[in-house]
């Protein structure tokens, strides 16, 4: 019998992706070397491409876990493909979260993976489906600190420590963003199995407006100064400063460099 997963080109790596990761690893490379003639423009497109594929990531590690909880339509829609363009709502899984770390330097949680939860039996794994993404931007954010929690950044340059610094802000913000208890985040999948059917219907008409509450509350300066006072507080403890951070996204917004940050410590 065929299954929705039967196709080879179900789960074959998109060309899409590949590309994302190599304009990832050539702008890396241009950064770390000092090659670009533009410094700023390689850390705009390396930072920028290194969060697609973490956002790609985020949305596979959905998929992945529901399809070995049951749910086995997710190779027929393309989600194991690593392709942005199968997700369901590409828009707010790339293009939003892009425009955001521009604009703000936040990592905007990302968008959907439409999962048949009808096919799938058992709390823990539907807890365990909504867990997969955030916990992806974690072991992101574990690798970009790594060379700083381990004292390793002898020889490493200047502009590629603040642009990996700047990108571990980023998994930072969206692991912490992603676990929030907030109807349409992964935080309430998370816990919403396990809450009463009374429960359930009274916040589902919350769902489609969880995000857009969640960035009204960080508009509000008192709100914003207590959660990037928590992120720049975890970032520390993991070896990162505040300067790492600030002048990596000053020089990722290449056209506005602060003074500050144009000349290397």
């Keep these: 019998m065929t299954t929705a997963t039967a196709r080879p080109s179900d789960r074959r790596i998109s060309p899409v992706f590949l590309g994302i990761v190599a304009v990832a690893a050539v702008t890396g490379w241009a950064t770390w070397t000092g090659f670009a003639e533009q410094p700023g423009l390689a850390v705009f497109l390396f930072v920028t491409a290194a969060w ?23 190779g ?44 799938i039996r058992g709390r823990w794994r539907h807890s365990l489906i909504s867990a997969a993404g955030p916990l992806t931007n974690v072991l992101f954010a574990v690798v970009c600190t ?14 590629f420590r603040i642009a990996l610094a700047f990108l571990a802000l980023l998994q930072v913000t969206a692991a912490i963003l992603n676990f929030l208890p907030v109807p349409g985040l992964d935080g309430y999948g998370v816990i919403e199995p396990w809450l009463s059917y009374n429960v359930r219907r009274q916040v589902e008409p919350l ?12 508009w509000i300066p008192a709100v914003n100064g ?40």
């Design 52 to 74: 697609v594929v973490s956002l790609c990531l985020h949305e596979y590690a959905h998929a992945r876990t529901a399809l070995h909880s049951g749910d086995i339509s997710v």
């Design 76 to 119: 027929a829609k393309g989600y194991l493909t690593l392709n942005p363009v199968k997700y369901t709502h590409a828009l707010l899984s790339i293009v939003l979260p892009v425009l955001f770390v521009i604009m703000g330097g936040i990592g905007l949680p990302g968008g959907a993976v439409f999962i048949e939860r009808g096919r």
């Design 146 to 159: 790594a060379p700083f929690w381990l004292d390793a950044l002898d020889g490493v340059p200047r502009d």
């Design 207 to 218: 769902a489609p407006f969880g995000l857009l509450i969640v960035f009204a509350l960080l």
């Design 226 to 265: 207590v959660f990037f006072g928590a992120v720049d507080a975890l970032l520390r403890g993991l070896g990162i400063g505040e300067i790492d951070t600030y002048c990596g996204f000053e020089l990722y917004r290449f056209w506005q460099t602060d003074e500050l940050c144009s000349v290397s410590p």
